[in-house]
T-cell receptor
Framework: KAGVTQTPRYLIKTRGQQVTLSCSPI?????VSWYQQTPGQGLQFLFE???????NKGNFPGRFSGRQFSNSRSEMNVSTLELGDSALYLC???????????????FGPGTRLTVL | KNEVEQSPQNLTAQEGEFITINCSYS?????LHWLQQHPGGGIVSLFM???GKKKHGRLIATINIQEKHSSLHITASHPRDSAVYIC?????????????FGTGTSLTVIP
């Protein structure tokens, strides 16, 4: 079974631009979660999608948004980029049936975003 | 306010040593996950615990729900165990965060 894939792997943008990141989950997984990882804040939860609906949301501004398609692939969008958005963005997929707490999460390799 | 505290932050061990990483949390949880992150960013889920103890090979994880504490043990440590280990409690009552995350323990095992 193929693992979780994320594209692109590396991205450089300038302040004020917007960016879209993509995540393809493991086949059969219906839940996709997104996380931001920075040296200062560590791992932080962004949001989770299950069956095309946002099921959970972390404490991030509205500039961060996402969606999930019928094939469970997910995209994350960040508008009006700020320098502080430079981070490793990770997605993880899981079956999703247990509501998240007891699901094993399978992480993708991440997209490293640099905002100049 | 830190809902999750991990200790130690950094740990250097000689190959073969027994290693313990601790995680304390302040929220009520329904489960706790231990994650391993290697240099380069890839994260692997090692354990999911809701009570008691689990063992996978040389790795053992325990949790005490009443004391709000979990430990990850590595027996007979090996240089390939060098990684950052992160505990991730899953709160029983969602406050907008699907998981809380510890700041991680960076482990280096020297041959």
């Amino acid at each position: 079974k193929a693992g979780v894939t994320q594209t692109p792997r590396y991205l450089i943008k300038t302040r004020g631009q917007q960016v879209t990141l993509s995540c393809s989950p493991i086949s059969g997984h219906r839940s996709v979660s997104w996380y931001q990882q920075t040296p200062g804040q560590g791992l932080q939860f962004l949001f989770e999608y299950f069956s095309e609906t946002q099921r959970n949301k972390g404490n991030f501004p509205g500039r961060f948004s996402g969606r999930q398609f019928s094939n469970s692939r997910s995209e994350m969008n960040v508008s009006t980029l700020e320098l502080g958005d430079s981070a490793l963005y990770l997605c993880a997929s899981s079956l999703g049936s247990a509501g998240g707490s007891t699901d094993t999460q399978y992480f993708g390799p991440g997209t490293r975003l640099t905002v100049l | 306010k830190n809902e999750v505290e991990q200790s130690p932050q950094n740990l250097t061990a000689q190959e073969g040593e027994f290693i313990t990483i601790n995680c304390s949390y302040s929220v009520g949880i329904s489960a706790l996950h231990w994650l391993q992150q290697h240099p380069g960013g890839g994260i692997v889920s090692l354990f999911m615990l809701s009570s008691g103890k689990k063992k996978h090979g040389r790795l053992i994880a325990t949790i005490n729900i009443q004391e709000k504490h979990s430990s990850l043990h590595i027996t007979a440590s090996h240089p390939r165990d060098s990684a950052v280990y992160i505990c991730a409690p899953y709160p029983r009552l969602h406050t907008g965060n699907q998981f809380y995350f510890g700041t991680g323990t960076s482990l280096t095992v020297i041959p």
